[in-house]
């Protein structure tokens, strides 16, 4: 992927595009490749990837909140994490 991402940018010039990805696609090292170059991304993932530590603080702070939307600060690799709790996702446990 961060071959794709260095062509794009030769492409059209120096640019620093979002990148936006499933978690699949990026493994750690990547992210973390990307950071260091200065490319923003958004990378989509479940909570069940998530250590069960986090899991809890989610379901603490955000159980039964439609639509709520909380930043977690360095939780995964380093990063912050944003939780969204989409309506379908109310009742379900974590």
Same mark, same amino acid.
Request: aromatic share 8%.
């Given at each position: &992927? #961060?071959? /794709?991402?260095? *062509?794009?940018?030769?492409?059209?010039?120096?640019?620093?595009?979002?990148?936006?990805?499933?978690?699949?696609?990026?493994?750690?090292?990547?992210?973390?490749?990307?950071?260091?170059?200065?490319?923003?991304?958004?990378? %989509?993932?479940?909570?069940?990837?998530?250590?069960? *530590?986090? /899991?809890?603080?989610?379901?603490?702070? #955000?159980? %039964? /909140?439609?639509?709520?939307?909380?930043?977690?600060?360095?939780?995964?690799? %380093? &990063?912050? #994490?944003?939780?969204?709790?989409?309506?379908?996702?109310?009742?379900?446990?974590?």
């Amino acid at each position: &992927m #961060l071959k /794709i991402v260095g *062509r794009f940018e030769q492409w059209v010039g120096p640019t620093k595009p979002i990148i936006v990805a499933d978690a699949a696609m990026l493994s750690k090292a990547n992210m973390l490749q990307l950071n260091a170059d200065g490319y923003p991304y958004v990378v %989509g993932a479940r909570l069940a990837n998530m250590t069960q *530590r986090y /899991i809890d603080q989610i379901d603490q702070e #955000l159980s %039964g /909140i439609d639509q709520a939307i909380k930043r977690f600060p360095d939780a995964h690799v %380093g &990063m912050p #994490l944003v939780c969204v709790l989409a309506p379908t996702s109310i009742g379900h446990s974590f």
